[in-house]
């Protein structure tokens, strides 16, 4: 049995008389692959604002290895390992690729205008900012302005401002939204050697053929509440699954 990284306690939030996460205990194993499933408005989001620190739960618990950062900040629970993804909102659009991963990784060392006097210190800057340009497949745009990518590239560079963070876990929020299907591939690629690299990833996803092909653990959110989590494969036969998701179909179906 693989070691829980993340683990959260009844966890709730209520927006008003709205209970948008509702009692929510699950845990989520180093090393695994899991997809967080569910229709939409279930609570997917808000349950990965809770677990980033970005909203505070009414009621319930978070642990990462053990701690318990509930009343721990977003920056703090960087610090800790956990990454999160923010759909483009990080990113610079009037610096390059190259340098916004590269701020990325001074930000995570804390390394100031100084480093410039220090030649080690700037070599080994650039080259672990190749090095995740090379894992995003964005080494050829490396010297595009990031507001010149398409929006798939974009979503890499974002990935790949993540990675820079050297998270132990990855909190990813449909990263395929709005790109077009021919790029898919490519970032189900990039997802797949990252977690052969030892990264656990936790994904919110509806592209059916892109949860197939990554997940080793399901977990389905039914109106803010847990309804199941385990093996994919179970999942998906679970009746009360199927019957959350109208006639079955939409576990089936490859979707946009
Ligand atoms: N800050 C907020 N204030 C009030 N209501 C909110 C807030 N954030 C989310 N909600 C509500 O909580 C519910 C869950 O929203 P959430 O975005 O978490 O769903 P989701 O499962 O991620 O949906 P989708 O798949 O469409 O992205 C929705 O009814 C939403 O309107």
Redesign the pocket.
């Known amino acids: 049995m693989a070691d829980t990284l993340i683990q959260t306690e009844n966890l709730s939030i209520s ?1 008003g008389a ?1 209970k ?1 996460v509702n009692n929510v205990s699950i845990s989520l194993e180093k090393g695994l692959f899991t997809t967080i499933l ?1 229709p ?8 990965f604002n809770l677990i980033s620190g970005l909203l505070k739960p009414t009621e319930g618990k978070i642990y990462f290895k053990g701690t318990d950062i509930t009343g721990l900040s977003p920056i703090e629970r960087v610090k800790m390992g956990m990454g999160r993804s923010f759909q483009l909102t990080n990113v610079f659009s009037r610096l390059t690729t190259f340098e916004n991963v590269r701020l990325s990784i001074q930000a995570h060392q804390e390394v100031g205008y100084k480093m410039f006097t220090d030649y080690r210190k700037f070599k080994s800057l650039n080259d672990k900012t190749h090095e995740i340009l090379e894992e995003v497949l964005l080494k050829d745009k490396k010297d595009f302005l990031a507001g010149e990518l398409s929006h798939g590239e974009q979503r890499k560079l974002e990935l790949g401002m993540v990675l820079a963070l050297q998270p132990e876990v990855l909190l990813l929020d449909e990263p395929t939204a709005g790109m077009s299907i021919e790029e898919v591939p490519t970032m189900i690629d990039i997802l797949n050697k990252t977690k052969e690299k030892g990264t656990t990833i936790i994904l ?1 996803e ?1 592209k059916m053929d892109m949860v197939k092909a990554l997940s080793d653990k399901l977990i389905i ?1 039914v109106n ?1 509440a847990k309804l199941v989590e385990g093996d994919p494969e179970e999942v998906s036969q679970n009746p009360e699954v199927l019957k959350a998701y109208l006639g079955g179909g939409v576990l089936n179906e490859p979707t946009t």
């Open positions: 927006f709205h948008a569910g939409n408005g279930a609570g997917k989001t808000t349950l919110i509806h959110i803010g």
